[in-house]
């Protein structure tokens, strides 16, 4: 074993002891049973939206317990860090209401960046080396590949350990020729070896489980031949955790299988062990079988997704936490947003994401929002996506207003067809100008099969006759007394029983008019879109068509 001076030759000669970063971090002072967590994100590609479930379910434990949460970024892995990733994350936070209750402006236990946190692990490392509890590895890539390759033919475990953990006891001159030599190294944790037995430990969601203990020499300091010495994700959380209060590590069950090793670091390093709980990942059905959700696969699984398409924040947080805890999803949105959400109750296999459950939750909590709301929400969402949808909406308060309260206001079973604000355009857009194009050509599929003339004679007679009445059955008759003039048939079932006979039913006359007014065959009780059009808007689209 290298002596102290040789070890501390190894680090900055101004590094600190522990016992600085102590005082430097002094325990919270937090109301009893207060939770602290933690997201933490790394910087490597897109947020997902199994990442915002997590920090949803942490921040939620956090602020229900009268605690706190906070965001913390680990960008350790550098070589796959993203450029732009952590301004997306931050967006994604704030969009969904998980951004962290403490930044670097305004928290004390800084900074929220791991890889502006390197003399604090550095400190750390050095103190396990003193004892003996870390050592210098100098092995190649080359040789861990023989390593493994070794492992692998004699069906054992992978791992740095036993025969294959060549530098755990090496001569203590080799190391020293290898450093004076500066030969690159790593360090790696001193685990129990092949001495290790099996553990049993608590966790939060699964209750109470038992594996082997970890016998590898984990590697805990990356690469001395890069200027900025980086610890893995294995020291730096058990540092950052321990330093910055967390009271329990909420995060995703890949990490389940590393606890022994996890465990083995907090007691060296003299800390407390933090509960874990860990969530199992959310899945996607692919015909008879699941799968994890793929941000290489899956465009739902990017949380950008969602901000595009406009689903209400609100509604995607409702449904996230009724996958975290079944009983949410029974209650109305508005109470389980505020009830408490219970890691004993998270469910152990991943929960299924289902984009059309998801989408009735929206069309379903919409239909209960005040037109104003919806107006509101729809300008924020195309302020970013829908510029001249944003424009217009912002030209045409009013009108947005009428538009939305047509089969909403004063219905018992008000129209669900705004499921996300990116549907505004498409179900909302004919109502403006600005945004609709007029119907000109009477051969368009739109009309059914209907000949052009008959509707252009059909635009012409309407036109020639139109009153904006109130009534909806008065202001139908106007149709109903023009379709007869042009020989349409009363019902459908009357031109089923002789077709020859007439051009066609009321059904196909109301559905050409449909389409000269909204430009589809589908849209709301065509009296109120006349109403909200107003009488001089109706006769400029009627008479589009009959002017070709």
């Known amino acids: 074993m290298l002596n102290p001076s040789e070890i501390d030759a190894l680090f900055d000669p101004d590094l600190p002891a522990p016992a600085h970063w102590e005082q430097q971090y002094p325990a919270r002072q937090m109301p009893a049973g207060a939770e602290v967590t933690r997201f933490c994100p790394s910087p490597t590609g897109h947020a997902h939206i199994g990442g915002i479930h997590v920090a949803a379910i942490d921040s939620a434990i956090a602020h229900q317990s009268g605690g706190l949460y906070f965001v913390r970024i680990e960008d350790t892995d550098q070589a ?86 060549p530098w755990r006891d090496a001569d203590d001159d080799a190391v020293r020729d290898q450093l004076a030599a500066s030969v690159p190294y790593v360090v790696r944790f001193r685990s129990p070896g092949t001495d290790a037995g099996r553990i049993v430990f608590t966790d939060r969601i699964r209750g109470s489980i038992e594996m082997d ?56 390093l003299g800390f407390p062990r933090i509960p874990y709980a860990h969530i199992a990942p959310l899945m996607k059905q692919e015909g008879k079988t699941r799968r994890k959700l793929s941000k ?38 508005d109470q389980a947003l505020r009830e408490p959400v219970r890691l004993e109750e998270c469910g152990v296999t991943g929960a299924l994401v289902d984009l059309a459950k998801l989408e009735d939750i929206c069309a379903n909590h919409v239909a209960t929002l005040p037109g104003t709301t ?33 089969e909403r206001d004063g219905f018992d079973n008000p129209r669900k067809d705004l499921r996300m604000w990116s549907n505004f355009r498409t179900h909302y857009g004919f109502f403006f100008q600005q945004l609709f194009v007029p119907v000109a050509d009477p051969a368009d599929p739109r009309f059914g099969g209907l000949a052009p003339d008959v509707v252009q004679e059909l635009s012409r007679r309407l036109l020639d006759r139109y009153q904006a009445i109130e009534d909806g059955d008065a202001w139908f008759n106007q149709i109903r007394a023009v379709s007869a003039e042009l020989n349409f048939a009363d019902s459908a079932r009357t031109y089923k029983q002789n077709p020859d006979k007439y051009v066609g039913s009321i059904k196909e006359a109301s559905q050409a008019i449909r389409v000269l007014l909204t430009g589809s065959t589908r849209s709301p009780a065509l009296h109120l879109v006349a109403a909200t059009l107003g009488e001089a808007e109706v006769r400029r689209r009627l008479d589009a068509v009959r002017t070709v």
Request: charge should be negative; hydrophobic fraction near 40%; glycine fraction near 6%.
């Open 213 to 268: 203990d970890n016998r590898a020499d984990t590697v805990i300091l990356k690469t001395s031949d890069r200027p900025l010495r980086l610890p893995t994700y294995h020291l730096a959380h058990a540092v950052d955790d321990h330093l910055m209060g967390v009271t329990v590590v909420i995060r995703g069950d890949e990490w389940l299988s590393s606890v022994p090793v996890h465990h083995q670091l907090f007691d060296a």
């Open 296 to 333: 290489r696969k899956d465009p739902e699984a990017d949380v950008e997704f969602y901000a595009q398409a406009g689903y209400p924040t609100e509604a995607v947080l409702y449904y996230l936490r009724g996958l975290a805890n079944g009983r949410l999803a029974e209650m109305p949105l």
């Open 374 to 406: 919806v107006l509101e929400r729809v300008k924020e969402w195309a302020k970013a996506y829908d510029l001249p949808l944003a424009e217009v909406l912002q030209a045409e308060e009013g009108l947005a207003l009428r538009a939305i309260a047509v």
């Open 80 to 165: 796959r860090e993203v450029e732009g990733a952590v301004d997306r994350f931050d967006r994604a936070f704030r969009h969904f209401d998980v951004a962290s209750d403490e930044t670097d402006a305004t928290g004390l236990y800084g900074p929220y960046t791991q890889s502006r946190r390197a003399r604090i692990y550095q400190t750390y490392v050095r103190e396990l080396m003193r004892q003996g509890r870390a050592y210098p590895c100098f092995a190649t890539k080359d040789e861990l590949e023989a390593l493994r390759a070794d492992q692998l033919a004699k069906k054992l475990p992978s791992g740095y350990y036993g025969q294959w953990a």
